[in-house]
């Protein structure tokens, strides 16, 4: 069974940064484009970002392009989410997840991991 | 970006009921739509994905239909333990974008 299991939330100012991780397991992690999605107080699912199987491609929001920035380590089987000027309406948790084949639909998600930007 | 409208946002129904939810986009995504289950506390769970192709594990009760701009999933008899919150989201174009999501609850 698909295993994904992030960290790395946690309690931030507004301006500050922050780093999530994503440990993958029982899945070929290099052959899967991986993303981040968020859903916030209010329930919304945002789409944050995704990066493809090799790394060479990366798609942002607009809410986060600038100031995210999505990575993998293929050898370590990580994904991970540099956040920084974290604002307060980034406050959600944060979901990584798998794609079933390239450009299609998320098959497999982790348990999630919060962010909560306050001061 | 298209845009997901899910209609209800809410809907209370009883066990063996047959429940149906819209979901609208505002530009063509041809087939590109999937649907997830979401429980409270835990993650979204995927159902369906090109529109109609149920996940594997997934119960033949639920059903997919639709292309271009309008899709539907029912559930042909709910079941205890599909009370939960529902949600679409279109995969045709960059930025990905989720229907704000329709609760089903117990009548």
């Known amino acids: 069974e698909v295993q994904l299991l992030e960290s790395g939330g946690g309690l931030v100012q507004p301006g500050g940064s922050l780093r999530l991780s994503c440990a993958a397991s029982e899945f070929t992690f290099s052959s899967y484009a991986m993303s981040w999605v968020r859903q916030t107080p209010g329930k919304d699912l945002e789409w944050v970002s995704t990066?493809?199987?090799?790394?060479?491609?990366?798609y942002y929001a607009d809410s986060v392009k600038g100031r995210f920035t999505i990575s993998r380590d293929n050898s370590k089987n990580t994904l991970s989410l540099q956040m920084n000027s974290l604002r307060a309406e980034d406050t959600a948790i944060y979901y990584c997840?798998?794609?079933?084949?390239?450009?299609?639909?998320?098959?497999?998600w982790g348990q999630g991991t919060l962010v909560t930007v306050s001061s | 970006d298209a845009q997901m409208t899910q209609s209800p946002s809410s809907l209370s129904a009883s066990v063996g009921d047959r429940v149906t939810i819209t979901c609208r986009a505002t530009?063509?995504?041809?087939?590109?739509l999937a649907w997830f289950q979401q429980k409270p506390g835990k993650a979204p769970k995927s159902l369906i994905y090109?529109?109609?192709i149920l996940q594997s594990g997934v119960p033949s009760r639920f059903s997919g239909s639709g292309s271009g701009t309008h899709f539907t999933l029912t559930i042909s008899s709910l079941q205890p333990e599909d009370f939960a919150t529902y949600y679409c989201?279109?995969?045709?174009?960059?930025?990905?974008?989720f229907g704000g999501g329709t609760k089903v609850e117990i009548k």
């Open positions: 530009q063509n995504i041809n087939n590109n």
């Open positions: 990066i493809s199987s090799s790394g060479t491609s990366t």
């Open positions: 989201q279109q995969y045709n174009n960059y930025p990905l974008t």
């Open positions: 090109a529109a109609s």
């Open positions: 997840a798998k794609e079933k084949k390239a450009g299609t639909t998320l098959d497999y």
